[in-house]
Each structure stands twice: as structure tokens, then as C-alpha cells.
Nanobody
């Protein structure tokens, strides 16, 4: 019954910024990690950023220095601030809550991010 609702996607020009959010409809017991994945047409889904319950963060090399993941425990929300966007950042972005990123978990519905050249 718990749902993850994403928002914030859209179309921007290269060099622009977008901020994504993912809010859980209720507190999920046992969640130790939250993350953002993206999938471009014809490409493998990849983990771009994650954050643990202790606020440890990881980023894919392709987004390091440009993206920032954060969370608000009080509102059960995880965010992804994306700056200096590039056309190769285009794809559907999915949030995930789980015990770990490697295991099973809850997924958002996905939000489209399109970066024009």
C-alpha cells in the first residue's frame, strides 16, 4: 500500500538544472538506503546516486560533482538536485527505497528527464 510518488521531471537545455523529489506515502520500516536510477532508451538501467540512513552518499562517476542526493526523514522524501545537465543525462529517472540498493525494494513510477543540446 505504500507508494513512492516522483515529481520534478521535464525538458531543459544543456547546462540547466532540475530537481527531482520522491515522497513515500507512509514511513517504511527497515529502509536503510534510498537511491535514484535512470534508464535511457536501449540502455541498461543504472544507479546514479544513493544515500544511506547514516547519510553516506555515493554517485556514479558520470554525475559526480553535478548531482546531489539528499533526504528529509520527517517527510519521507528523497531528492535529486541535478545541475549542469548534459544530453546524455536524458532518461527516465526512478527512485528506490530499500534495505540496500542491491536488494529488493520500493520503486517510484518514474519521471522523464530530457536534456536538449
Amino acid at each position: 500500500q505504500v507508494q513512492l510518488v516522483e515529481s520534478g521531471g521535464g525538458l531543459v537545455q544543456a547546462g540547466g538544472s532540475l530537481s527531482l523529489s520522491c515522497a513515500a506515502s507512509a514511513t517504511i520500516v527497515g529502509i536503510n538506503a534510498m537511491g535514484w536510477y535512470r534508464q535511457a532508451p536501449g540502455k541498461q538501467r543504472e544507479l546514479v546516486a544513493s544515500i544511506t540512513s547514516s547519510s553516506y552518499t555515493k554517485y556514479a562517476d558520470s554525475v559526480k560533482g553535478r548531482f546531489t542526493i539528499s533526504r528529509d526523514h520527517a517527510t519521507n522524501t528523497v531528492y535529486l538536485q541535478m545541475n549542469r545537465l548534459k544530453p546524455e543525462d536524458t532518461g527516465v529517472y526512478y527512485c528506490k527505497y530499500g534495505v540496500t540498493m542491491e536488494g529488493s525494494g520500493y520503486w517510484g513510477q518514474g519521471t522523464q528527464v530530457t536534456v536538449s543540446s
